[in-house]
T-cell receptor
Framework: GIQVEQSPPDLILQEGANSTLRCNFS?????LQWFHQNPWGQLINLFY???GTKQNGRLSATTVATERYSLLYISSSQTTDSGVYFC????????????FGKGTHLIIQP | DAGVIQSPRHEVTEMGQEVTLRCKPI?????LFWYRQTMMRGLELLIY????????DSGMPEDRFSAKMPNASFSTLKIQPSEPRDSAVYFC???????????FGPGTRLLVL
């Protein structure tokens, strides 16, 4: 099945800093999603982005499907951005179950 | 609109007991997914349903695990008998075929002693 790798595994930043999280996947994808798991364990969907670029406030994401990677950008980080960011992908039908990467653990210090 | 609802939120049981986890998907969603999260294996797909029919159960660990979806608004994941290695957070998620974005429930934290 598809392999999903994320980097870096851990990231510690000061409030206000910008960050880029990377996701590499081993096969062409029809479905790629980014999630944020907050410190209470809740998984929140950030983007559905199998290709192209999307923005939502301080967050944006870009997927270059031909080169099999996706990037999540966080600008002007806030302490509430702390948590684990997961990339998840599927290569079959659009609504298939997802294969998750191991995540990037982000800590934003005040 | 209510999100995905899971119950119980926490479950502590002893090895050998039967455990039943429950999920109510978002109304109108026709896909339902069960995932498990552990420190060792991360988040992994166990099984998913489309229109109440199991589509892919290749992630179900072994015969001790079973899942059902008797109607569009309810699904169960059962472990019988439970073992300590089943301890994990079990998530249910739902989506619809018009928008494949998956919405996750709060999870059930299971501890098997």
């Amino acid at each position: 099945g598809i392999q999903v790798e994320q980097s870096p595994p851990d990231l510690i930043l000061q409030e206000g800093a910008n960050s880029t999280l990377r996701c590499n996947f081993s096969d062409s994808v029809n479905n790629l999603q980014w999630f944020h798991q907050n410190p209470w364990g809740q998984l929140i969907n950030l983007f559905y982005i199998p290709s192209g670029t999307k923005q939502n406030g301080r967050l944006s994401a870009t997927t270059v499907a031909t080169e099999r990677y996706s990037l999540l950008y966080i600008s002007s980080s806030q302490t509430t951005d702390s948590g684990v960011y997961f990339c998840a992908a599927a290569s079959g039908g659009g609504a298939d179950g997802l294969t998750f990467g191991k995540g990037t653990h982000l800590i934003i210090q005040p | 609109d209510a999100g995905v609802i899971q119950s119980p939120r926490h479950e502590v049981t002893e090895m050998g007991q039967e455990v039943t986890l429950r999920c109510k998907p978002i109304s109108g969603h026709d896909y339902l997914f069960w995932y498990r999260q552990t420190m060792m294996r991360g988040l992994e797909l166990l099984i998913y349903f489309n229109n109440n029919v199991p589509i892919d159960d290749s992630g179900m660990p072994e015969d001790r695990f079973s899942a059902k979806m008797p109607n569009a608004s309810f699904s169960t994941l059962k472990i019988q008998p439970s073992e300590p290695r089943d301890s994990a957070v079990y998530f249910c998620a739902s989506s619809n075929s018009g928008s494949v974005t998956q919405y996750f429930g709060p999870g059930t934290r299971l501890l098997v002693l």
